[in-house]
DNA sequence: CTGAAAGCGCTTACAG
DNA sequence: CTGAAAGCGCTTACAG
């Protein structure tokens, strides 16, 4: 920099006002500086220029999951090459990457929470976006208790104030359950999630509250854990005690893509045998065959909301939190 | 730090050794100190530690692909739901996160190489792990004359030099093109990868030039682009063209789940009526019916040693550069 | 083994 | 509009 300085006979500081786009430099010096600056390829250092700014330019994307039994390279891989994780990583990134702002993905479950902990109070980031699909878990408490900038993707369990997006999760579970009911199904059942997760929970809730009105109480239902193995699972176990059943709303789209690998296994045509409704509308519905009729969240674009939102408490700590709301819609392809 | 320096009643210098584990500090002082810590709830400024230390303890994983025709979120989307970049991103996690290194990911196109040149060079990073799959791309050249610690995923096409990893991809494709003829198949065809990135080309070579040796020359070859659409589509067209393949090689395993797809639309049985291979082994090979024979490729543990690897460039910047080679295996399943 | 002091490379009131 | 100077919060020779 001092060396800039030199080349163009001004002053460090206003080397850093003409870097910082500084209104307040003369056109002539400012010209000066930038060509002094390229015939020196000088580019500032960020650590440097973050001590004093306070500022970044990272915010650290972190999922929380439940503890694994083992904290490797297995929790890894399920993590990164889930569709709907993949889905939220590019939503927030396309909308940071016009503020220039980068991303750090922090896969953690509990047994690792403090080391995120840790990392955020270390200062390398400006906020948060965290994703936490748990109940009980206590890292939104502890992320909102470092005062440090954050943003969920759901309702916080705990009573903090901080912003959300959301997605009626309930409704997207009637839309499925009204359209299986408008096709003509009559012996239904579901595979759920996890039903200590919210988005399990509200989803089963959604679908039965729903049937029962119509009606249909004590709709069957097996928990599966939101992954495709864990969808053949509850499938097969589902269809073993119930044979007859003609109409099914599985809980996720991957668990979905199980589901009909079973019934095609098991020799039931779909849509004609059983009618399948998935959730979410990710690229798995696409991979089944026939391709899945789905609840379409948008989660792309809920990332980059949670993104945007972010950005805006980084730029004014006192901002009062917000929540944004998304509705579900139904996406209808061949399987029902 | 004064803070307390000033609790623990010694210098900022001796919280500092004690912090970095210097093992000159004697061990009442050391207990003293970390109480102090303790008690103020004090943690390092990583800011402040990083301009003078020179070091920031993160890597960014490039991912570097031709220009797209829209680099915006489903440019993101293809990057961060493909389960070969998810498999890379959790091997370099797995290995960086035990020396608490973190990862940055940077998915970029051509039109977007200078803001990643720019962001290497503000000294974001320790280090590069960089996916470039194109033989045209420049970025290889760019990033090593950065300076900046570097390891490829594949050999550089330009004459650089650098450590990478690699896998075998001819011998790959000899594997799928063996167990076809020993299978009894006769009339062989193969969707390739795009024929401008190494891997496409070699698996091609690879494919043709051992049925060659044994008599098929001009086996049929329609090029794909990798992608699960892009499979179908190649699939389709080549069974348009020659509907008496009864062996399909097909160069990823996201175009044969693709290609499975078609085939079961047009009625074929796999694999009495067609055996398919796919190559990679991702989780995409588990989703097919039957389930995908594929040839492995041990991407995790790649993508780990690269990482070990620029771990080790970084703790000497002086290390000889060097590569390190990964044997594929053919995996049987249910499809050939 | 410990402390005083310099220095990492920036930005930003403050004065002019 | 520009510059001199202080200061961000650490680490690390250096001296003792």
Known sequence: MDEVAAAAGVSRATVSRVINNAPTVEAKIRERVQRAISATGYVVNSAARTLVTRRTGSVALVISEPEQREYDSSFLNRIFTDPFFGRITAGAQSALRPHDVHLVILPTDSSDHHQVVRYLRQGHVDGVLLISSHDEDPLPEQVHALGIPAVMSARPAA??????????????????AEHLIRRGCTRLATVSGPLDMPAGQERLDGFRSFLQRRGLADVPCVEGDFTRAGGEDAARRLLAEHPGVDGLFVANDLMAEGAMLVLHDLGRRVPDDVAVIGFDDSSAALA???????????????????????????????????????????VIRGSA
Do not use: N
Not at 160 to 165: D, L, Q, T
């Open 159 to 176: 009573a903090i104030p901080a912003s959300f997006v959301h997605t009626d999760q309930r409704l997207g579970a009637r839309l499925a």
């Open 288 to 330: 089944c065959r026939p391709p899945l009729t789905t609840v379409r969240q948008p989660v792309e674009e809920m990332a980059a909301e949670m993104a945007e939102l972010l950005l805006a408490h980084i730029a004014d700590p006192d901002r009062l939190p917000r929540s944004v709301s998304f509705q579900p819609t139904l």
